[in-house]
């Protein structure tokens, strides 16, 4: 759709300058908070490096592809020396591909795709089951319909991109998709703006990325054990918020 | 006790900013000996940032701009120069704190009506920043370079109409021709 305005900030804003910006904060300011803009920015690069690799040819072993990908991605931020005047593309490009192809050269074809999607599910699972100071220690049954809960909105964020970046094309829904899923994941999209900034890395990376909660760390400088429980927030709060409008 | 800080003479300074504004290739690294000869001296790291922005080593740049504000926190032109690298850089709650000092400025001065014209645009308030940022090129009479490079903001501005949908238009906002404008008018600091 065209916009009407433009907005102010559009006529002045330059691209290169942004990265830099980032660059400078990451590199000389020690924010690292400025990783995950720069990963955003060259998540779609990335993807295209290990799609132009050829492998996988089947759709079903492409999130594997991705993962390596996204780590080659992660490294070459943290190795790169934006004093050295070689643009970053460049130079994390043979950096990605090295790490698709070492992913390829660890897993089996067959597994592949299942075995990192059973990562991912592995991690939530174990971030819902974290317990609340507040729970009754002995209510197994409060416990199961939390982590059931918490699941379902994971499978609802899964891939929905609900929770796209600035960087990424608006969400176009699926024909395929019903009345009802989509009308669900429009309340859930407009209930993540009432996330902390935190929590909404965490989902975004986690979900429409596919990030282990261990490259999530990584990119957001936190330990692994606090982007899981910013995982379990996260998806309580949108539990909770879903929950008050049905 | 801390002594006054050594800085480069002004002849030396001057013949710098000609040979830039001849368009001389090797004098980024002058520049380079000349801030290990005088590292106090704010315009030397301002015209080092501005010719960095000038040859689109915006990395490098920043830094540089931020150390000339740091060294001379009056040095208006640094200060404006560095707050409107970070609003192209799309943080403009960052440009608007660095620019904040800048409201000190006697009422009317065209560093001031530039910045007020430039935080209307930051609100898409399109009118009251093409006023304002005509105003400051009234005011400014020193600085040349710097009336066309907000004449080419206003014109971006005026251009936008709701049927045009195309992507961002980045104006051709010369950073160098700021500095070489103000220092070839000897008026560095405020």
């Known amino acids: 759709m065209n916009r009407m305005f433009r907005r102010g900030m559009d006529l002045l804003v330059r691209s290169e300058r942004v990265e830099a910006l980032l660059w400078v904060r990451l590199r000389f300011d020690q924010h690292s908070d400025a990783r995950e803009p720069l990963f955003n920015r060259y998540a779609g690069f990335a993807r295209s490096v290990a799609r132009r690799l050829g492998y996988p040819s089947r759709e079903a072993n492409f999130k594997d592809a991705e993962q390596w990908a996204y780590e080659g991605l992660l490294q070459a931020i943290d190795s790169f020396d934006p004093l050295r005047r070689v643009p970053f593309a460049a130079f994390a490009k043979p950096r990605i591909a090295g790490s698709v192809r070492d992913g390829i050269a660890r897993n089996t074809e067959v597994d592949a795709q299942r075995s990192q999607q059973r990562r991912l599910e592995r991690e939530r699972l174990q971030s819902l089951k974290e317990r609340n100071e507040a729970d009754d220690p002995g209510d197994a049954i409060q416990l199961l319909g939390r982590i059931a809960a918490g699941l379902a909105v994971g499978l609802m964020l899964e891939g929905t991109r609900l929770i796209a970046s600035d960087d990424e094309p608006d969400p176009a829904p699926s024909p395929y998709d019903s009345l009802a899923w989509r009308q669900t994941q429009m309340r859930l999209g407009a209930a993540i703006a009432n996330l902390n900034a935190s929590e909404v890395i965490v989902i975004r990376q986690h979900y429409e990325h596919g990030l282990t909660f261990a490259q999530v760390a990584t990119l957001m400088g936190l330990t692994r054990g606090r982007i899981s429980q910013l995982h379990r927030a996260a998806l309580t709060k949108l539990k909770k918020q879903l929950a008050r409008e049905y | ?190």
Not at chain 2, 14 to 20: C, H, M, R
Not at chain 2, 48 to 65: H, K, N, T, W, Y
Not at chain 2, 121 to 143: H, Q, S, Y
Request: proline fraction near 5%; hydrophobic fraction near 45%.
């Open chain 2, 1 to 190: 006790m801390m002594g006054q800080p050594r800085l480069c003479d002004d002849m030396v300074l001057q013949e710098l900013v000609a040979e830039v504004e001849r368009g001389a290739t090797d004098e980024l690294e002058r520049a380079d000996r000349l801030i290990a000869e005088y590292p106090e001296d704010a315009r030397l790291h301002f015209l080092r940032g501005s010719m960095l922005v000038g040859i689109g080593r915006s990395i490098e740049a920043l830094p540089a701009l931020r150390k000339a504000v740091e060294l001379a926190p009056d040095f208006a032109i640094a200060r404006f120069q560095l707050g409107f690298f970070l609003l192209t850089s799309g943080d403009a709650a960052e440009a608007l704190s660095v620019w904040g000092p800048l409201a000190l400025l006697p009422e009317g001065h065209y560093l001031r009506l530039f910045v007020g014209g430039l935080t209307h645009l930051i609100r898409d308030e399109f009118g009251d920043a093409i006023l304002v940022l005509d105003a400051g090129i009234a005011a400014n009479d020193e600085n040349a370079p710097l009336n066309r490079d907000m004449e080419l903001i206003i014109d971006k501005v005026k251009m936008l109409t709701p049927s045009d949908s195309n992507s961002a238009v980045e104006p051709d906002v010369s950073a160098t021709s700021l500095l070489l404008g103000q220092l070839s008018s000897k008026r560095t600091t405020h």
